[in-house]
């Protein structure tokens, strides 16, 4: 293989020129809808699974572009993920980013009931004042505790990124938000991870910010 030379300011768009090209190599066609949404995700994944993993409900694009617009906040379940959002970009229509999982009397509550930290997390995200998207990428009793919620007619999630990572209860905790009228971006299967929450989060964020312009 050879060295290409790219100027640091075009290396994101070079990416993503090499996963349009591999993707038609690989005779993959992503909905002109969603594929900004998908190949982001690829792109920070270097995983082509992407293109026929994610599940979207119906509308899930625009509803989740309308509720940012609006003002919505995002609660993820990971600092990282936190981390990885651009809060400069929501931050523009209003909303904010929280993550529980640190705080010190989340994790006391959490001991003291026996459940984790992720489901107290989701609790506490339910009393915010405002609509919520939760971009969950690591645990899956977070989105056990939300269709808990849900089917306990206490709480509906405005919409829900469900792409936690792993191998105890990641499938089916996904089949359990997909199975209920929550909007939602699911990765099916074992895959995910706390950068792809966010990398969906900012795709959503770029596209409105590049339809804007």
Same mark, same amino acid.
């Given at each position: ?11 994101? !768009? ?12 690989? !005779?993959?066609?992503?909905? #002109? +809808?969603? *594929?900004? %949404? ?19 409900? +119906? ?17 993820t +379940?990971?600092?990282?993920? %936190? ?5 400069? #970009? ?7 980013v ?10 006391? #509550? ?40 849900? +089917?306990? !007619? ?20 996904? #089949? %359990? ?10 990765n099916?299967?074992?895959? !995910?991870?706390?950068?792809? *929450?966010? *990398?969906?989060?900012?795709?959503l ?8 312009k």
């Amino acid at each position: 293989m050879e060295l290409e030379y790219v100027l640091p300011g075009e290396i994101e !768009g070079r990416s993503f020129e090499i996963i349009t090209k591999e993707l038609k190599e690989k !005779g993959i066609e992503i909905p #002109e +809808d969603r *594929a900004f %949404l998908v190949k982001r995700a690829i792109h920070t994944t270097a995983d082509f699974d992407y293109a026929s993993t994610m599940y979207f409900s +119906d509308n899930a694009i625009e509803i989740a572009i309308n509720l940012i617009k609006s003002g919505t906040d995002i609660v993820t +379940d990971t600092n990282m993920a %936190l981390s990885g959002v651009n809060k400069k #970009e929501l931050f523009k229509h209003g909303g904010e980013v929280h993550c529980f999982m640190a705080d010190e009397d989340v994790a006391k #509550e959490a001991k003291e009931r026996g459940i984790t930290r992720a489901a107290v997390s989701m609790e506490r995200a339910s009393k915010l004042q405002k609509p919520v998207i939760f971009a969950i990428g690591n645990a899956p009793t977070a989105l056990i505790n939300l269709r808990e919620m849900y +089917d306990a !007619g206490s709480f509906m999630p405005a919409f829900v990124i469900g792409v936690p990572v792993g191998f105890v209860n990641v499938e089916a905790a996904k #089949e %359990l938000i997909i199975a209920t009228d929550i909007p939602c971006i699911i990765n099916r299967g074992r895959k !995910g991870g706390s950068n792809v *929450a966010a *990398a969906i989060c900012n795709a959503l964020l770029y596209r409105i910010r590049d339809t804007e312009k």
